[in-house]
């Protein structure tokens, strides 16, 4: 019989809770529902299974763990271990597909292949050549002139590409890692080569009868991690940027309130950009807003959700109707006149419940296809073909809405689209941009340390809470948090992605956000713009008076509330760049093994920081903190010292 489910402990989101209620009385089933009827497997969310080969599948006793051992006689070390490292292939395989699928679409823009999309954004590329030592200029008649951006970014393409196909050698974001980071993954052996290459690897290490030694399988899913952070995902951020545009700090809504009832409402979900980009194009289109007026709408409004809304909420203030736990939710309005989807994190439970109020489901990428769907196959040549195939869709089931509709009355704003440029601007100003400001303020203590708070939401915790108590807590204890995905969507309902959130937090911290005008939380985009918190940190290495590595800096890295196998990737590539990290839900290793215990602790030796769980969100919090405490201690920075803030009259002397 199914438990007993109390819709007011499932979340703190209004909107969401709403909607189960009206779910509820309309008898459909969501993904809440879904886990409250379904008993957590005690075996398998410990790792303590395997089903490698067809002598097992094996379970092992998570009360005895050692006890016995697979058929093949893998031990609990062993299965853990490549189970984790499983996680940590899919997770990185997601994130490197995506960079790659950028990729391929940066380079027919550079041969001038594709119409629908242009480089936006040069001074981001040159950026990125000069980091890759790609010269951007060249000397014509003994006078400097800048080459030309079509033939940068073909060398850009290219040089990009050994991110993936490489065989031996360094991947070339391994550039940015600071010196003596890279120098101990070259001691370890982890310096990715390219991402397949580790991919593959990962895999064959994992089969039956190959790599049984925890520590070993360690050291390949740390490479194979940090081929997805420091490559593919960098890679899809950095592309992004140079196609789309490098976000800046904008204003933007977030939260089931963005519908509007009496327009077309085109709802993009999933995280590739591109299908999104040609989507703002679409619904701008004088001639496709005539359309919806013309079926009695009053316009076109277009909305996002998880991380394809994260990217466009950070680069054009598109506003952002809900996290990861929230897509089902949102279909309940009766609102959605069509949800148009790519790849990652859609669950399927999405294409019932759309079926149920009468909105299109549409999947737009080959790598994703749902039962119950319609197919929709967006060309990269022709963009536009497919977005406004979908926004039609919309407004023949605007025309024939038939559905009650109900719309949350919430909506809030917030300053999203922070990024490692605006950052720097933020803090030092044109003249003077820099971090410097940043770590000075570390040094002097107004500021305790910086905490990057990313990751999904899960049905498992109640939706939201864990993310924004968490947050509640670093804030208040003067740790600056940078944010993605899901969580900042969590956050930016609570309202603390705005300036005035700057009450919340310590005084020191609500001293520095004051006098440069940043919330005390930052949103920087989707989860493959993860790579912008290792950018950001690998920054405050190189400026110097935090420690020479990033595992010296007092930072810490936390995922409250992750579900997805990303996540996984994207802790352990925080982990082995020296983010200690702390994550909370669940974790996937059993307690008491010799495997956790290395992922805990023996770690440290190796790259100088740890995984850690805390489900509880004040322990959470309160382990980033001691942990940050730690850290200012051995750079002997603990102890407060009066600096001076450097304002806007300190800036324009200089
Ligand atoms: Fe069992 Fe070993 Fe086969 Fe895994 S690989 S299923 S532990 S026999
Ligand atoms: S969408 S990976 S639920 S953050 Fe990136 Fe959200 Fe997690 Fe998906």
Redesign the pocket.
């Known amino acids: 019989m199914a438990k007993e489910f109390n819709i007011q402990e499932a979340s703190i989101c209004p909107s969401t809770i709403q909607m189960l209620e009206k779910a509820k009385k309309d008898g459909v089933s969501l993904a809440f529902n879904r886990a409250n009827d379904m008993s957590v497997c005690p075996i398998g969310s410990v790792s303590a299974c395997c089903k490698n080969c067809s002598m097992g599948p094996c379970r092992l006793s998570p009360k005895d763990p050692y006890g016995k051992q697979g058929v093949c006689g893998a031990t609990i070390d062993t299965i853990a271990a490549r189970n984790f490292a499983r996680m940590v292939v899919a997770g990185a395989a997601a994130h490197t597909d995506h960079g790659m699928g950028m990729l391929d679409c940066f380079k027919e823009v550079a041969h001038g292949k594709v119409d629908g999309f242009r480089i936006k954004d040069e001074g981001k590329l040159k950026f990125v050549c000069e980091t890759l030592d790609i010269p951007t200029t060249v000397e014509v008649d003994g006078e400097v002139k800048d080459r030309d951006i079509k033939e940068l970014a073909v060398e850009l393409a290219e040089e990009l590409e050994r991110t993936y196909t490489q065989v031996e050698g360094e991947i070339p974001f391994a550039k940015r890692v600071p010196e003596k980071t890279l120098e101990r993954w070259r001691e370890l052996g982890i310096v990715p080569r390219g991402a397949m290459r580790e991919l593959m690897e990962m895999m064959h290490r994992t089969h039956i009868g190959v790599d049984q030694e925890y520590v070993n399988i360690s050291r390949q899913f740390q490479r194979t991690a940090l081929s997805d952070g420091w490559g593919g995902s960098m890679v899809a951020t950095e592309i992004s940027d140079i196609l789309f545009g490098t976000p800046k700090p904008i204003q933007a809504y977030v939260d089931m309130g963005c519908l509007e009832e009496k327009k077309v409402n085109v709802v993009i979900n999933g995280?590739e950009p591109i299908m999104f980009e040609a989507m703002i194009d679409s619904v701008n289109d004088p001639k496709m807003i005539e359309k919806a007026k013309a079926a009695g709408a009053e316009g076109l409004n277009l909305a996002g959700m998880?991380?394809s809304g994260?990217e466009v909420l950070s680069r054009h203030g598109v506003p952002h109707a809900g996290?990861?736990m929230s897509t089902e939710a949102l279909l309940v309005t009766g609102a959605v006149d069509v949800m148009a989807v790519d790849v990652?994190?859609i669950k399927q439970g999405l294409s019932p419940v759309a079926e149920c109020y009468g909105t299109p489901f549409i999947t737009t990428n080959y790598r994703a296809h749902i039962e119950g769907a319609t197919h929709i196959q967006l060309d990269e040549s022709n963009p536009r073909e497919c977005v406004d195939k979908i926004v039609e869709l919309a407004i023949e089931r605007f025309k024939n809405r038939s559905k009650p509709v109900e719309i949350p009355q919430n909506k809030h704003i917030g300053i999203h689209g922070f990024s490692h440029e605006s950052i720097t601007y933020h803090l030092g100003g044109t003249f003077r941009g820099s971090y410097v400001p940043l770590n000075d303020n570390i040094i002097n203590g107004r500021i305790r340390g910086v905490a990057g708070v990313?990751?999904?939401?899960n049905p498992r915790v109640k939706h939201d809470w864990v993310h924004v108590e968490v947050v509640k807590e670093l804030i208040k204890n003067n740790v600056l948090v940078v944010q993605?995905?899901?969580?900042t969507i969590a956050t930016g309902k609570a309202g603390l992605l705005v300036p005035e959130a700057a009450k919340f937090a310590g005084d020191g911290l609500a001293e520095v956000c004051e006098t440069v005008g940043i919330p005390p939380v930052l949103s920087v985009g989707?989860?493959v713009d993860n790579s912008r918190i290792l950018i950001a940190v690998a920054e405050m290495a190189n400026i110097g008076g935090l420690g020479e590595k990033i595992s010296d800096l007092p930072v810490a890295g936390s995922a409250p509330e992750?579900?997805?196998e990303?996540?996984i990737s994207i802790g352990q590539y925080f982990v082995s760049s020296g983010v200690y990290t702390v994550f909370g839900a669940s974790f996937p290793v059993l307690e008491g093994t010799k495997f956790k215990e290395h992922l805990f602790k023996g770690l440290e030796g190796e790259v100088g920081a740890t995984w850690d769980f805390a489900a509880d969100p004040y322990e959470h919090a309160a382990k980033m903190i001691a942990h940050i405490d730690k850290k200012r201690e051995a750079l002997g920075i603990h102890e407060k010292k009066e600096r001076k803030l450097f304002d806007m009259a300190d800036r324009r002397e200089l």
Do not use: P, Y
């Open positions: 995280h998880c991380c994260a996290n990861f990652q994190c990313v990751g999904c939401t993605t995905g899901c969580s989707s989860c992750w579900m997805s990303k996540a």
